[in-house]
């Protein structure tokens, strides 16, 4: 019983680093740009569940990078914009960072945040699942749910112009932190995708 359940586990490991390995293959080619050129994923972006969610709900993916690589992001009125040929729609936000102790948790069950940052730089925070503790139960109509956190052990980065970040259902985050920068100002495109089981 024990050869097998070491057995068992060896193969899992193998098929879970085998299908990460796809999965920064599949990033690296970039088919799944569409052309879009314009920002590249941040280096904390979960590569095997990007490439999961892409596979399992293509289209829409397909449709969001073909609107960032036709649309002047630069000059679009701030403002809802929806998304021709599909349900999505792209918030152009032009706002700034603020204190940590003035930004919400959040996470979300149903939909999946995509954040460009167009201009500027964008604080973010990831908060850690062991230390972190509901504060607000899941709104089912507002698809979030609040945390208590502990600051030391949140990971904090920074999003530069020409970068996006992907935060999935296990992505507890807080975005809009106020940075080192002397300038707070940002330009954001968040556009809400559906997660799919």
């Known amino acids: 019983m024990k050869r097998l359940t070491v057995l068992l586990t060896v193969c899992l490991m193998v098929l879970a680093t085998s299908a990460q390995d796809d999965a920064r293959q599949w990033l690296k080619q970039g088919d799944w740009r569409c052309g879009f050129t314009k920002a590249k994923p941040h280096k904390t972006l979960n590569t095997s569940e990007f490439y999961s969610q892409y596979k399992k709900n293509t289209k829409q993916w397909e449709t969001l990078f073909q609107w960032l690589r036709d649309t002047d992001l630069e000059t679009i009125p701030k403002g809802k914009h929806p998304i021709p040929n599909s349900t999505l729609v792209a918030s152009v936000e032009d706002s700034e960072n603020s204190p940590l102790e003035k930004r919400n948790t959040e996470s979300h069950r149903r939909k999946i945040d995509f954040q460009l940052v ?11 699942h062991e230390s972190s503790t509901v504060s607000q139960p899941y709104d089912e109509k507002k698809d979030v749910m ?20 992907i935060f999935f259902p296990s992505d507890w985050h807080i975005a809009k932190v106020q940075t080192k920068k002397k300038n707070q100002q940002i330009r954001v495109i968040v556009v809400k995708m559906d997660y799919v089981e």
Do not use: S
């Not at 167009?118 to 850690?128: C, H, P, Q, Y």
């Not at 609040?146 to 970040?165: C, D, M, P």
């Open 118 to 128: 167009v201009r500027g730089t964008e604080g973010f925070a990831l908060l850690d």
């Open 146 to 165: 609040r945390y208590h956190y502990v600051r030391e052990k949140t990971h904090f980065f920074n999003v530069k112009g020409g970068q996006f970040v």
